[in-house]
Antibody, heavy 125, light 107 residues
């Protein structure tokens, strides 16, 4: 059974870079039919897709966050990571990592079928 | 960016009743690339429906999805107590975006 687990600081100061890691177990991060994504949810609000990565390193991001986001994958550790720079209070949210279905024939990123439990990150001085 | 608008914001129903949730897209969603997720308080979202009408593994057949182009819907044929939750649609045909959610609450 595939499992994903987010890890990282629960409190970060404004203007710094938020860093989170998602460790994958029960499956390989290099599967050709998977991709990996980050989604966030501010307290009491809806879901916002942040960005996604394929094991090859190919990425794509939410245009509204693209200038501040980096996502990387470490195949040796079977994990992938999120970095969000210049954070403000508006970045306070539960951050989820997830596995998606990748159509390797057409190169399409599709639905998200496994999610981590989420981790709350609060931006405050 | 494709904007998804879900309606209604809140649906108040009793167990056993039928629920119909709508998701409208600002542009046509290619190849019916639309999914529905259920989220309960304190938990991660769970995939219910993908490709507009395909049920995910383990999802009961009281959940069904339909639609194409700019108009999609999720139907729960008979509400069970565990179905009261928030439901989100997501399109993955052009980048990815989520709707703002519909809360299904007990009347």
């Amino acid at each position: 059974q595939l499992q994903l687990q987010e890890s990282g600081p629960g409190l970060v100061k404004p203007s710094v870079t938020l860093s989170l890691t998602c460790t994958v177990s029960g499956g390989s991060i290099t599967s050709s039919s998977y991709y990996w994504g980050w989604i966030r949810q501010p307290p009491g609000k809806g879901l916002e897709w942040i960005g996604s990565i394929y094991y090859s390193g190919s990425t794509y991001f939410n245009p509204s966050l693209k200038s501040r986001v980096a996502i990387s994958v470490d195949t040796s550790k079977n994990h992938f990571s999120l970095r969000l720079s210049s954070v403000t209070a508006a970045d306070t949210a539960v951050y989820y990592c997830a596995k998606g279905a990748f159509d390797y024939v057409w190169g399409n990123y599709r639905y998200l079928d496994y999610w981590g439990q989420g981790t709350l990150v609060t931006v405050s001085s | 960016e494709i904007v998804l608008t879900q309606s209604p914001a809140t649906l108040s129903l009793s167990p056993g009743e039928r629920a119909t949730l709508s998701c409208g897209a600002s542009q046509s969603v290619s190849s019916r690339n639309l999914a529905w997720y259920q989220q309960k308080p304190g938990l991660a979202p769970r995939l219910l429906i993908y490709d507009a009408s395909r049920r995910a593994t383990g999802i009961p057949d009281r959940f069904s999805g339909s639609g194409s182009g700019t108009d999609f819907s999720l139907t729960i044929s008979r509400l069970e107590p565990e179905d009261f939750a928030v439901y989100y649609c997501q399109q993955y045909g052009s980048s990815q975006t989520f709707g703002q959610g519909t809360r299904v609450e007990i009347k």
